[in-house]
């Protein structure tokens, strides 16, 4: 079996850069991989589209240069899509859109194996993560392994926070602004986005007090002190989607002009 990267990088304590691309597109992962900076790159499959075969090609590519796996699902359905992922090679599962413990936990047991003392959902399905040969008790391992990564975004889940981090097999929190500002209600509000970051700021102080690691997303470098001042150590930064877009247009914005008045 493979050595799970991102849960070898937690066992150690050591800090985590992830890239997230949300195009399922092998060459983008061995771009970024090739650049031997990031430690693993997030499928954020909610917002692509995909096949399953595309998520083994994916896991491929990451493999080819060491990088680390995670998978951002839809809310539904769950337990079919995150363990295919697994199955397919993916070392972390980010789910989204829980509104309560008992959803935490059952997002836990999917990604856990199917034996008396783990009471996981995942039976011995020889997929492609298992086709490097070893013992079934190999494969309950890479089970155990797996980083499950859980979106708090709902109010209602804020709430139950400190609940949430009590579970055993919560590996990595992830604080979603956008979320919580909607299922809040403070969208509606002048000073959301003060009101946001108060909200934020509690949440990722929670989970350091828990030690349960949290994990930020960043779009620039711009607020990075503010968040290693405060003891986080895992980042996930740009987006291809992001990236693509600000170029276009930018240097779109710029040559047009230029053009025109040629």
Excluded at 204 to 209: H, R, W
């Amino acid at each position: 079996m493979r050595e799970n990267t991102i849960r070898k990088l937690l066992r150690e304590g050591k800090p985590t850069i992830c890239a997230r691309t949300a195009v399922v597109w092998p060459d983008i992962v061995e771009l970024i991989g090739s650049l031997g900076i990031y430690d693993y790159v997030e499928y954020a499959a909610e917002y692509g589209t995909f096949t399953l075969p595309d998520l083994d090609n994916y896991c491929r590519a990451a493999e080819l240069y060491g990088l680390g796996t995670m998978i951002k699902l839809d809310q539904d359905p769950r337990l079919f899509m995150a363990q295919r992922a697994i199955g397919s090679g993916f070392q972390s599962v980010l789910f989204v859109d829980c509104r309560t413990v008992d959803e935490v936990k059952e997002c836990v047991r999917i990604c856990r194996p199917d034996t008396p003392t783990d009471g996981g959902l995942f039976g011995a399905a020889g997929r492609r993560f298992a086709y490097t040969g070893g013992a079934i008790g190999e494969m309950a391992q890479a089970l155990r392994d797996v980083v499950v990564a859980i979106m708090v975004e709902k109010a209602v889940l804020v709430e139950q926070l400190e609940d949430v981090l009590a579970l055993p097999g919560v590996d990595m929190i992830q604080w979603g602004p956008t979320d919580y500002t909607m299922s809040s209600g403070l969208y509606a509000q002048r000073n959301a986005q003060e009101e946001v970051k108060k909200v934020e700021r509690k949440v990722l102080e929670t989970c350091l007090a828990k030690g349960v690691p949290p994990r930020v997303e960043l779009q620039s470098l711009d607020n990075l002190d503010y968040y290693l001042e405060m003891g986080i150590r895992h980042f996930r930064i740009g987006h291809d989607m992001a990236v693509l877009r600000e170029f276009y247009r930018t240097q779109g914005a710029a040559l047009r002009e230029r053009v025109e008045k040629a």
